[in-house]
């Protein structure tokens, strides 16, 4: 149990998919003008990548493994992730519409969100178990969610901030996302 | 080895496979009605995406016009053929469609307007009109020539000829892609039937225009005075021609004693 809760401290904290590993910055700054639909895209993303790396676990152990066939995870993750992201959307579609059209094309981008895939590849490198991939895919997604709301929140407030010509828009957005990854190394060295 | 090659092959098959299948049965069990007339005025539109009707691509302007937040005549390229088909598909009286063109105020091509300085830099308007005065272009306010506008458009109408842009009217489908591109702001959309428009948009003083430009409006007000419809008004000291009055009577042309109302 405490080894489980090191690795989502450590995923969604210390080592921040966003801030610490840069994966994933496409949505990061793409939908986060908004806390509102930053937070669905964050429950879209803990959606996939739970998923998507409990079921990639699941087949690295039980598939890939026994056959010799590691050297094919890339292309067999990039399968599952689609398929996993195709049925996401289609879930929103549904239930959620006013969710699907505010994320508009950065849901389908989940698909090549590298955050995605990376998790995956992470799990398979640290030799995780299913438990411990699904652990860290679902911290890990935790916290880009954490990452994507606080700098929506900086954004609202941005907004009325006087910001000079040349860095108004994504210059600006971009400082603060640095910034803000300075103030999230703070984290390192906890774990 | 062949063994191996056979296990790759059959497994990323079964795994898509499987994933097929999954989606599949998910998306019947997740099927969203389409409105029926989506579909029908989606087929409609000409399917260039281009965005001139504002929307994001001919998807959502049919989405709009099913849901009647559009006017049937929302997409500029269609035109009133479009409207028309579309209006029957709503079940509406097709609005008359004013046919538009995209218009270049200015004529001061390589003779007749000169260089201030070599221009070396990127080959682009929106970088050269940062350059000092507005670009090397002796008058600040003219036609850069670098074809920013040629880039945008998705028609192929506008062409950079003899260091200025000219549209080409027949091919102009009005979508206003050009309008948005130009970092001097110097196209506009005027009604295809329009014969009369001011090919400069020079806001200098009239001395000024005259040593930048053999044809830029000195605001002179010549126009102004002679036009029967008062259609045209010079702000700016620079003329300008307001459609909706606009007879096409051609005084002005005329009466222009610098020939830049083409």
Partial sequence: MKELLIIAVGAAVVNNVVLSQFLGLCPFFGVSKKIETAAGMGGAVIFVITLSSLVTSLIYQFLLTPLNMEYMQTIVFILVIAALVQFVEMFLKKSMPALYESLGVYLPLITTNCAVLGVAVINVQKSYNVLQGTVNGFATALGFTISIVLMAGLREKMEYNDVPKYFQGFPMVLLTAGLMAIAFFGFSGII | ?262
Avoid: W
């Fill in chain 2, 1 to 262: 080895m062949i063994t191996g090659i056979i296990i790759a092959a059959v497994l990323v098959g079964g795994v898509g496979l499987f994933i097929g299948l999954f989606l599949g049965v998910a998306g019947k069990k997740f099927e969203v009605e389409v409105n029926e007339k989506e579909i029908q005025v989606r087929e409609e539109l000409p399917g260039n995406n281009c965005g001139g009707c504002g929307y994001p691509g001919c998807d959502g302007l049919a989405a709009a016009i099913a849901k009647g937040e559009a006017p049937v005549n929302a997409c500029p390229v269609g035109g009133s053929a479009a409207a028309a088909k579309i209006a029957a598909i709503m079940g509406q009286e097709a609005g008359e469609a004013v046919r538009m063109t995209a218009f270049v105020k200015c004529a001061g091509d390589c003779e007749k307007a000169g260089q201030s300085y070599d221009y070396t830099g990127v080959q682009d308007c929106k970088m050269a009109a940062l350059m000092q005065n507005g670009g090397s272009k002796t008058c600040s306010y003219g036609c850069l020539g670098y074809g920013s506008c040629v880039k945008a458009c998705g028609f192929d109408a506008i062409h950079i000829i003899n260091g200025i842009a000219v549209v080409d009217k027949e091919k102009c489908k009005a979508c206003g892609k050009c309008v948005a591109e130009c970092p001097k702001k110097l196209i506009e959309l005027i009604p295809y039937k329009q014969k009369q428009a001011v090919s400069c948009n020079s806001k200098d003083k009239g001395k000024a225009v005259m040593s930048a430009c053999q044809v830029g409006c000195i605001g002179c007000k010549k126009c102004e005075k002679e036009c029967p419809k008062n259609a045209i008004t010079v702000v700016d000291n620079v003329a300008h021609i307001d459609s909706e009055k606009c007879v096409n009577c051609g005084i002005c042309k005329k009466t222009c004693p610098r020939k830049i109302i083409l």
